[in-house]
């Protein structure tokens, strides 16, 4: 089993940069592909990021590709996101989610466990 705890967030302005974090523990921490989505209101969870565990494998969709990052370290296991050239679309709550499938999915369904989630709110 694992457990997920998000810090971050929060409410910037169109074009600014924040960042997210995913406190991961339990079962094997290295050995977990770390996941982001987002779920805005009334929409279905969307894919934005994954990491896989060695940390060097990455997957974003085109909707963030260039503007987010993702990156983890495993001696503080930690992972975090880096939103830069934020838009009011990636308004949302944001997750973190884990899978030891080793697969880095880009549908949220595809991953076991779940953060509580984050608000990260984009005004024009």
């Known amino acids: 089993h694992v457990q997920l705890v998000l810090s971050g967030g929060g409410a910037v302005q169109s074009g600014c940069s924040l960042s997210v974090s995913c406190a991961v523990s339990?079962?094997?921490?290295?050995?977990?592909?770390i996941g982001w989505c987002l779920q805005a209101p009334g929409k279905e969870r969307e894919f934005v990021a994954a990491i896989g565990w060695r940390g060097g494998n990455t997957v974003y969709p085109d909707s963030v590709k260039g503007r987010f990052a993702i990156s983890r370290d495993n001696a503080k296991n930690m992972v975090h996101l880096q939103m830069n050239s934020l838009k009011p679309e990636d308004t949302a709550i944001y997750y973190c989610a884990a899978d030891y499938s080793g697969l880095l999915w880009t549908k949220p369904t595809a991953y076991d466990y779940w953060g509580q989630g984050t608000q990260v709110t984009v005004s024009s």
């Open positions: 339990g079962r094997t921490v290295s050995r977990t592909v």
